[in-house]
């Protein structure tokens, strides 16, 4: 039986995007979103973060790894927005001890779609994040939206 289509539309929007909204909670256990890039490991069917100690994420995320990431297709110009398609995943945030090979996937994985930040990768307060997709809504444009298990969703983060 062949790929849905709406998982190799999550695909290639995963493909396509380089930048997320990153939902985290902060101490008082209200909501804080910042931008984040992100790569995709393909063999672990994970998404791969890279992030500094100093930001209000890294400590919010180390204090309550379950995060929401958005992905967005981009706006176009001069188009209706209100069917866009995007998912949101929830997630389960997992730091890679720094030096472990976890940590040795993630910055290659992070590097090959972002080889300019090869010197950030050096910097002792950053850290790489594994995000594991508990499950996902996708909207995949006017109405073409359901929610998804994790392991469908993993199907989209994988080679296919």
């Known amino acids: ?7 190799r539309a999550l695909r290639e929007l995963l493909l ?3 930048t997320a909204a990153l939902g985290t909670r902060d101490p008082e256990g209200e909501v804080f979103v910042s931008m984040v890039p992100f790569a995709i490991d ?4 994970e998404l791969v973060l890279h992030v500094s100690g100093l930001a209000a994420h890294t400590g919010n995320l180390l204090r309550h790894p379950r995060v ?3 992905v967005c297709a981009a706006e ?7 069917a866009l398609p995007r998912v949101t995943l929830d ?3 997992v730091i890679a001890e720094p030096g472990s090979e976890a940590a040795t996937r993630a910055r290659r994985v992070y590097l090959q779609r972002f080889p300019e930040a090869e010197m950030m990768t050096t910097l002792g307060d950053f850290r790489f994040v594994h995000l594991q997709v508990q499950g996902a809504r996708q ?3 006017f109405g073409a939206a359901r929610s998804l298990p994790a392991d469908e969703v ?3 983060l994988g080679t296919g």
């Open 76 to 82: 176009p110009d001069g188009e209706p927005v209100h």
């Open 154 to 156: 993993r199907r989209a």
């Open 139 to 141: 909207v995949a444009g």
């Open 1 to 7: 039986m062949g790929e849905h289509s709406l998982t």
């Open 91 to 93: 997630a389960i945030a």
């Open 42 to 45: 393909l063999h672990s069917q």
């Open 68 to 70: 929401s990431l958005l």
């Open 16 to 18: 396509a995007r380089r």
